[in-house]
């Protein structure tokens, strides 16, 4: 990571900014069905989209697919570059701001977000350096607070996504559009930094995604009923060796979460 050494600058270094509308639905939904209860609850719930990039799209539909299940949820988008929070602040609405910052969150009157969303953000970094970033954000959290960061392409059909509390990483979660995919390990492309150099033999997640091919390959016979039901039954066959944190609730829209503890790499 770029630090920075005075206090008045953000910390962290500029991204591409590439974004695009719908590009972050799945994280977004996922956020909505599994925490939106705890968002809705909270006594100042406050949402960080963290590099929103060159465009606002991704902080606009986050504050509308949040309010679904928590209709009192403010939306703040941060961006490290300064050109990027001006061109964003004509979209500023009620609920929903732009602020320049980078990971050190800066909000007013001191208050402390119920939820950091960073998606794409720390793919240019380098591996070591994301548990220092993971763990500057997550002393920023609110008590009861959400972390997810993770990877997606361009159009978001496939994305990976790591949640994490204030007492660190807890979840990994795959989802992707059905009918794009040849097989999970697919996926692997969108490992979050994490984990992507480690997506090689002797590391958990290389197993994980082995055995998913396994299942999904076991699973061929019902792709005459649709890849749904496909992705459903391999998913099954997978969580009698892998702990999976989520039902078929989930699995019918293309996902599935892992425990973290499971995936977690190997001490090099």
Not at 167 to 188: C, H, I, K, N, W
Not at 189 to 197: G, S, T
Not at 240 to 268: F, I, K, M
């Amino acid at each position: 990571m770029a630090s920075r050494t005075s206090s008045s600058r953000p910390v962290g270094a500029v991204t591409r900014g590439t974004t695009n509308p719908n590009r972050l639905r799945r994280m977004d939904r996922w956020i909505a069905a599994v925490h939106g209860h705890e968002l809705r609850r909270g006594a100042d719930p406050v949402a960080v989209d963290l590099g929103y990039g060159a465009a606002p799209w991704t902080a606009v539909e986050l504050l509308g697919r949040l309010r679904t299940v928590a209709p009192a949820v403010e939306v703040v988008g941060i961006e490290i570059e300064p050109a990027r929070v001006a061109g964003a602040k004509p979209y500023e609405r009620a609920g929903l701001t732009f602020r320049h910052g980078g990971f050190e969150v800066p909000l007013p009157d001191a208050r402390r977000p119920a939820l950091i969303r960073a998606a794409n953000v720390l793919r240019q970094y380098d591996e070591g350096e994301v548990a220092a970033v993971w763990a500057r954000l997550c002393g920023r959290l609110a008590p009861g607070g959400l972390l997810v960061e993770g990877t997606c392409d361009e159009i978001g059909r496939r994305h990976v996504w790591v949640a994490l509390g204030p007492e660190g990483p807890r979840t990994v979660t795959f989802a992707t559009r059905l009918g794009s995919l040849d097989r999970p390990s697919d996926l692997a492309e969108r490992l979050p930094k994490a984990l992507i150099h480690r997506n090689v033999p002797g590391e958990p997640v290389h197993a994980f995604l082995r055995d998913f091919d396994r299942a999904w390959a076991a699973a061929a016979p019902y792709a005459s009923l649709g890849a749904r039901q496909r992705w459903i039954n391999a998913v099954r066959a997978l969580s009698a060796d892998w702990p999976l944190t989520d039902g078929q609730r989930r699995w019918r829209q293309g996902e599935v979460t892992v425990n973290w503890a499971a995936l977690q790499p190997r001490t090099s």
